[in-house]
């Protein structure tokens, strides 16, 4: 009797008994690799005859790169990139320095705000952004004649410039705001924060020198993300751009479609591509950052 009641306890002088497997679980595997192999064909197979569209040679019958290696080439193509490069890049550092010290500060002083501050920055999801352009339109529309005269009419001039529109910046900076906070919150959620900001207070640090040299490091990882995610927004934003009238990089595409039907796939595969080398690079970066905590 003793000799049963000890067999079935771990660590009593023999080896528990294995864990039961249930019957219906043993074919999981297989499902998950059925609805895995569904979802690549899915995401692939217009992919790939995108690229079949764009290097087939329709006269010799073959196939080209033409269209690629057209594309630094082609007529608004630098100008256009360039536009949305800029504009992506400017959107990306006010995004960072209005949001990195509002969840520190939210975490560190004033973490009754939490709950305000989510709702905040996810408004921009819940308002419809054809109704936040429109509003936009409208003020842009009378705001320069009620003010005709005046340095603030001059404002609304300025924010409207073609070569440099920073009117799409400050919309950009609304719309990222969700996808920028929600990164940051989940790497300050995996930090003590407070202690390393405590420690280096201590050490006669001011509030900048903790911010730089403290918190950008711990949310490097999470910068990154933020940076990734509000860049492949604006390269890829065009309802906003094309009805407040600015020529920007998605809006070419749409131009050219039309008598560039091959080039504009190609410049969005390659678009796509793009996307998807950055996405690869933070995922190693994360990754090796990783590794190095654990070593």
Do not use: C
């Not at 019957?23 to 690229?51: D, E, K, Q, T």
């Not at 019958?61 to 100008?79: D, S």
């Not at 340095?151 to 719309?175: G, T």
């Amino acid at each position: 009797m003793t000799a049963l009641a000890t067999g079935g306890v771990a660590g009593a002088g023999s080896v528990a008994p294995e864990a039961p497997v249930r019957a219906g679980r043993r074919g999981g595997g297989a499902w998950r690799w059925v609805v895995l192999a569904l979802f690549g064909l899915y995401f692939l197979v217009p992919i790939a005859a995108s690229v079949w569209f764009t290097v087939r040679d329709r006269g010799a019958g073959g196939l080209t790169a033409e269209h690629y290696t057209g594309i630094p080439g082609a007529e608004g193509f630098a100008e256009t990139f360039g536009r949305s490069l800029t504009l992506a890049a400017l959107t990306v550092l006010i995004s960072l320095v209005l949001m990195v010290p509002t969840v520190v500060l939210v975490e560190l002083r004033l973490p009754r705000l939490r709950t305000t501050v989510e709702l905040l920055t996810l408004l921009p999801l819940v308002l419809p952004p054809i109704a936040l352009v429109v509003g936009v339109r409208s003020v842009l529309a009378w705001a320069p004649d009620y003010f005709f005269g005046t340095p603030l009419a001059e404002v609304f001039f300025a924010l409207q410039r073609p070569s440099l529109p920073w009117i799409l910046v400050f919309v950009y900076v609304v719309l990222a705001l969700p996808f920028v906070y929600r990164a940051l919150d989940a790497g300050l959620r995996g930090t003590d924060l407070r202690t390393l900001t405590e420690a280096a207070r201590n050490l006669g640090a001011s509030w900048p020198r903790v911010l730089v040299s403290v918190v950008l490091p711990v949310l490097r990882t999470s910068v990154l993300n933020a940076a990734f995610l509000t860049l492949a927004l604006v390269l890829g934003e065009f309802t906003i751009a094309q009805i407040l009238g600015f020529r920007t990089f998605p809006t070419w595409i749409l131009e050219i479609s039309g008598s560039q039907p091959q080039l504009s796939v190609a410049v969005s595969v390659l678009s796509l591509g793009m996307t998807w080398v950055l996405l690869l690079l933070i995922s190693a970066l994360d990754r090796r950052r990783a590794g190095k905590e654990s070593a």
